[in-house]
């Protein structure tokens, strides 16, 4: 019998729980700045709960940073662009999560990058739920706790930035990407992706090139004209 940690579900797990630590650190510079630019340690965590996607919420206190309370219909439209990306996320995870309408309810909260990252780098159907859920449910208690240890330590910390926090997510959610890279259409995808957030990020307000660089992904699948990948591609080692 196989050991349990060399099962397509323990290792699903085991990637899930280490992109979850990850990224939850990172919540520790997302407490301290929302209470830098004005919200309270208990509004903070309230965004942490209830909204629970990072991009948007630092898209959400950056605005509100930037024009106090009278920009937050700007924030929310903000956050609002980034989360879009959400939506389209759930339509490729309902047939991975299955299940009946309130399990897909509940795994609509837990529906972030990170969590359809390691949900699809799996190959069997058992494995991609385990991934996706693990890394979910972990990184959404990571992330609390850490957004209130940042909200407390806020001033005893300085700018998180300092520790290379911001890179923790970003860094694991590569990890997963590379394996994937193989072939010209995977490849091109990347590319083309990276040049249009990299070109339209300075110029447009946060949520547009993300949703922008996603169209690169449809636009590519359209045209279908690159060799796919063989099975064996981008098969997670």
């Known amino acids: 019998m196989r050991s349990l940690s060399r099962t397509p579900e323990g290792v699903a797990a085991r990637q899930g729980l280490a992109v979850a630590l990850a990224t939850s650190a990172y ?25 629970f996607t990072g991009g948007s919420q630092f898209a959400f206190v950056g605005v509100i940073a930037a024009g106090g309370v009278a920009a937050a219909p700007a924030a929310i439209a903000s956050a609002v662009l980034l989360g879009a990306r959400n939506a389209a996320y759930a339509m490729r995870m309902a047939p991975v999560v299955a299940g009946g309408f309130w399990r897909k309810a509940g795994a609509t909260h837990f529906t972030i990058d990170e969590s359809v990252a390691v949900g699809l780098a799996q ?25 209130l240890l ?14 290379g926090l911001d890179a923790a997510a970003a860094a694991a959610f590569l990890a997963l990407l590379w394996p994937r890279l193989r072939g010209r259409q995977p490849l091109a995808v990347a590319a083309g992706a990276a040049v249009v957030a990299a070109l339209l990020t300075p110029a447009l307000m946060p949520g547009i090139p993300v949703i922008a660089a996603a169209g690169v992904a449809v636009a590519v699948g359209l ?15």
């Open 27 to 51: 919540g520790i510079s997302f407490g301290a700045l929302s209470v830098a630019s004005g919200l309270d340690v208990w509004q903070t965590c309230v965004l942490s709960l209830l909204m």
């Open 123 to 147: 190959t069997e159907p058992r494995a991609r739920r385990v991934g996706f859920w693990v890394t979910g449910v972990a990184i959404w208690l990571g992330w609390n706790l850490s957004t």
């Open 150 to 163: 940042g909200a407390l330590l806020g001033d005893v910390l300085g700018d998180p930035r300092a520790y």
């Open 223 to 237: 045209l279908d004209r690159l060799p796919r990948a063989t099975p064996d591609e981008g098969r997670m080692p």
